[in-house]
């Protein structure tokens, strides 16, 4: 098997940067849009033929060095009895936001959830289609980007509701979080068990939160999930977006990785974080819109930001847009390719082994 | 005249922290409703009785330290021939936005423009209205921020058409940022010659680039404006939403006040800027949707955040949002009236006129 995406985030030494894409299963991509055509976004999440057949086209088509389960974060608010919509440009609604401290006392952990076992079948079917050529990713959202998501109903400029709630219902909040940091770490744990090799947290909202909030509503659950998932031996990939206040608080959660957003220039991150966790990210996903000479610029940039060292793995610092042109997404994984071995000589592994930064 | 913010803005003695609010002439008002619901957003903003009307509503009714003028920062996009509709909940779209080289290099600077002139009235309308009651501050956006507008047309989650002018022609790109320099330059000079007594740059699109980029794209061009209004002698905040990255550099400017956004400490920004400059903000306007006696600790947390020192002007850390209850709006104010002044000791002064961190 291409061992890269594994060997990178347990900072073992590889000859060259792994690359995958944040969305790489994605409406960017004809094939993706053929199969989106017969089938509604949720039937496509929830049938794993077609989630699995849609996971495994960037790996073939783009030559990516993992696979990330096509799945939807909001799938475990969906199995503890959300009615959830999906609308054309405007994302998963739920129709019955939770609203009050009774919903939350009443929301189910999700057991044996037919909803959740579609994903790990899904897991299952791309690791047969894959047969052992990359490692397949699992993930879920971070307990508080559902909280919010659940709280608010949909997607929002302000999380008008999700913040007020978190103001003045304290404890129902930190119990909605706990629920969903069991059911998160159980999630994992069932995607792991059906051929998952690394598993991502997604805190997509982390920026919605300030500083002080972002440390009492989120990293304590974040830590939790890591705590749990430790014996798995499986690496883990926490990606706190707009969370960059608190990346040592990050790092320090005993994550292999943490992804990193496009804003934040990765040399300032790894001067910072040193060799404690690797760094995942972070190129612009706008560059993708650049002409070729520019955008194989852009991706040496990122790859040089990083330096030398074997515990880099790239990708985008946000999803990949639809609009973006596939030949361009071929030039960065060909760049990353050809570009990033002369930052793996053979001495960096052993500066790495010894724990110095490189 | 209340000369708080002023004095803070230029590092003086002040018996108590200044406390204003972004957007405070806004939809929350009920008073602004009832203006709202005879003219329309651009008739407001060009009718300079209406516009002075409801800037100083704010100060009559909440009681806040200062006036900013009703206005919006894409009048200079208008001025410069870009044909703008503004539609409910959607925001200001240009019809046809910039999308060529050719279009940049046509592009006039506004000279005599009777739709600026209008913000300028308003000034001296409001100025007469408030009769030296408050200052009136002045405003404009940052060049990077009016660039993304023009090129997108629209408010974006990407700005797909801003990023990929800025890749793929980069020198046009420049040129467009000099242009809207000499015309935001020009602008605030006319506001300041109209009677504002401080101006404030909002570089509300900072955010959407990433650190190299900021330095390359946005900070040059606000170091610019800064130079060219320091004869003025009238301060200057800065406010660069989502470029936390580059505070250090935003001081190096030589601004007089950096405005700060909610998700940042302001504890953390002083620890790193001492008393270099004023630091303005920081509530999350989200607290103002809590119940009374949790907005009061939230309001007393920045205030303490700050810490020791006169230098803070107190402020959310993005605009008001239309659902915050007045009531609420009120109490903040009276919160930073009644428990800042612990914090301007009369030998804080000395400290900060020797240059020491208080």
Redo the contacts between chains.
Sequence with gaps: MNDLLIKALNRQAVPRTPVWIMRQAGRYLPEYRAVREKASFLEMVYTPELAAEVTVQPVDIIGVDAAIIFSDILVIPHAMGLEMDVFEGQGPVFEKPLRSVEAVEKLPIPQDSKLLQATCDAIRLTRTTLDNRVPVIGFAGAPWTLAAYMLEGRGSK???YA??F???EPRAMHQLLDKLTRAVTSFLLQQIEAGASAVQIFDSWG?F?????FRAFSLPYLTKIVDNLKDSGIPLILFAR?A??SLQELAATGAHALGID????LA?VREKLGNQVALQGNL????L???PE??EV?VQ?VINAYGNGHAHVFNLGHGI?P?TPVENVKLLVETVRNYSPRFHAADEAILLQNGTPA
Tied chains: 1, 2.
Excluded: R, V
């Excluded at 939160?209 to 909030?213: A, D, P, R, V, W």
């Design positions: 302000t999380f008008q913040k007020s978190l103001f003045n920026g939160l300030t500083e002080e909030q707009g960059n206040h496009w804003q934040t220039s300032a612009d996903p706008a560059a819109y650049a002409g520019i955008l852009e940039k847009t609009q």
